[in-house]
């Protein structure tokens, strides 16, 4: 019997052991999930959220599971689930936000970023993400300046983007259709360079062999080439063997975890064929990640996306100067105007034009596409490319060869796969600025008559920027032409103004004086709200002073005569 007791004691207590050694479900699920593995570790998760009473961890991460792969009507869905308990995270309630954002539900969006920094305490963010929204909304409601489509000869259920031309007539792109080996973050494959050439799609000829730099384990592309197309340079997550690879700092848990950085490979063609593969000299995989090449049209000057030290935010775009002996120079940022505290990324050029996307600037939420004017750290302010270049979705990677037509990548909802390619034209004609002539002393901007030779310090009247009497809102007919005024700003990024308001000479002189400078103000803030920056405008009230016809005080004048002294004026500051 005391044999037999032993022998019971002793099973217990190994089955006891084996128990503490075994990882529960839960914590299997958080192992996978730390290590980005969100596919994974996602069908762990839903397993315990099955359960009677879930706890509200597992609720939450399901909901990060499907945000992080790209699943954002699911994502909606599972945050939905928890917003209302008291015992969500601050960031479950950030990250619901973000993916009502994402779905185009602003009102829900709003209320649920007023939850998160009314806890935080970050009124200015609060209000830039309100802006956001608001952003999205009035863009979505203009008539739209491009059209956009889905480049269907692309495209498949799989992930496409990041389209370059490629020659006269080809292009190369990125895509993680047809493979095997399975990205552990989101269960699909790898990506790997495709190219279309007269239509018909086929895989890049890469030559691989004997190079340890490349071979196609892990993601590759986008790809860049140089003007005569013999010489490109290609995104990849590096190569390297994980043991060489140094563990993630801070890691809270007792895996090791790394990360497997971006580089930049340099390859020649040689008879039709890629390979020749180089490191680029400022990779540093231990430490920051480089990728998403764009050469300027000379090809003396590289951009590219990282975060080495030295970023102004998550990442930022860089450049190196081609030297005379043709390597490149030490990488300098691009500077506080194109980067944010925020990620800058998939910068391309054409001309001296530069596309790039950011999640820092005023956009529409997530990814936006900006075009600034210049080069290497001297820009222009970017310019939002807007409703529906730009949605609520990532949108990236834009190339063009004469700004009028071209090609993004997006992950909105309309695409065949989680990204697609869209070609986008711009169908608006070109409408060229013009100083047209008056009979009065200020020239007139007619409705069509746009187009660079601006006077500086000469006022121009817009026909129809009237306003009620005594009123200073912006009446239907004067948005449209305010809206003109805005294509104007838009393609002219380095024109500064004053918008000068007037009333007629009813009401007394301090009245008109505080009248008409409400609106101005009012006609500086509706373009403010598409998107100008409101240090390029001043608003100027001058009330009666400055009446276009004889309709001074005491005198009987038509109420068609008073109207026309109602009136915005624009004054050229600089230009």
Known sequence: MKKILGYILFICLATSLMAQEQPSKKQMADQLF???????????YLDLASKNNPDIKVLERVADCYRLMNNYAS??????????????????????????????????????YKLYY???????????????CDSAIQWMALTPRYNVQNADKFNTSASDWGLAYYGKSGFVFTSDRNTDNQDKRTGEGYYRLYQSIDGNVSELPVNTKGNPLFNTDYHTG?????????????????????????????????????????????????????????????????????????LSKNGNILYFTSDMPGSIGETDIWYCQKQADGSWGKPVNCGPTVNT?????????????LYFSSKGLRGM???????????????????????????????????????ISGYLSSNREVGKGSDDIYSFTNHEPHVPIRVPLGNDNAGRLPAKQFKPPFEVGKSYVFNNIYYDLDKSNIRPDAAIELDKLYVILRDNPTLQ????????????????????????????????????DRNRMTAKGYGDTQLLNKCAKGVVCTEAEHQLNRRTEVKVVSF
């Open 365 to 403: 939420g997530g990814f936006d596409i900006f075009k600034t004017v210049g080069q290497k750290d001297s820009w222009t302010k970017p310019v939002n490319m807007q409703y529906p270049i730009n949605s609520t979705s990532d949108d990236f990677y834009l190339i063009t060869h004469d700004g």
């Open 118 to 132: 009314d806890k935080a305490g970050k009124p200015a963010e609060y209000a830039a993400k309100l802006a956001t």
């Open 341 to 353: 505290a925020e990620e800058e990324a998939f910068p391309t050029i054409s001309s001296d034009t």
């Open 222 to 294: 986008p790809m860049a080439f140089n003007a005569t197309g013999d010489t490109a340079y290609i995104t990849i997550t590096t190569r390297s063997p994980k043991r060489k690879i140094v563990i993630d700092k801070g890691n809270p848990t007792k895996q090791r975890l790394y990360t497997r950085r971006l580089q930049l490979i340099i390859a020649t063609r040689t008879k039709g064929e890629w390979g020749n593969f180089k490191n680029f000299q400022y990779n540093n995989i231990e430490q920051y990640s480089v990728g998403h090449a764009a």
């Open 34 to 44: 730390d290590r980005y593995e969100y596919y994974k570790s996602l069908n762990l």
């Open 497 to 532: 103004i004053e918008l000068s308001s007037h009333t007629d000479s009813r009401a007394s002189h301090n009245y008109n004086m505080a009248l008409s400078q409400r609106r101005a103000a009012s006609a500086v803030a509706y373009l403010v709200n598409k998107g100008i």
């Open 75 to 112: 994502a909606e869905e599972w945050y939905a689930r928890v917003a209302d308990d008291e015992r969500t995270s601050a960031q479950s309630i950030y990250n619901y936000a973000e993916v009502l954002m994402r779905n185009q539900k602003f009102d829900q969006a709003k209320a649920a």
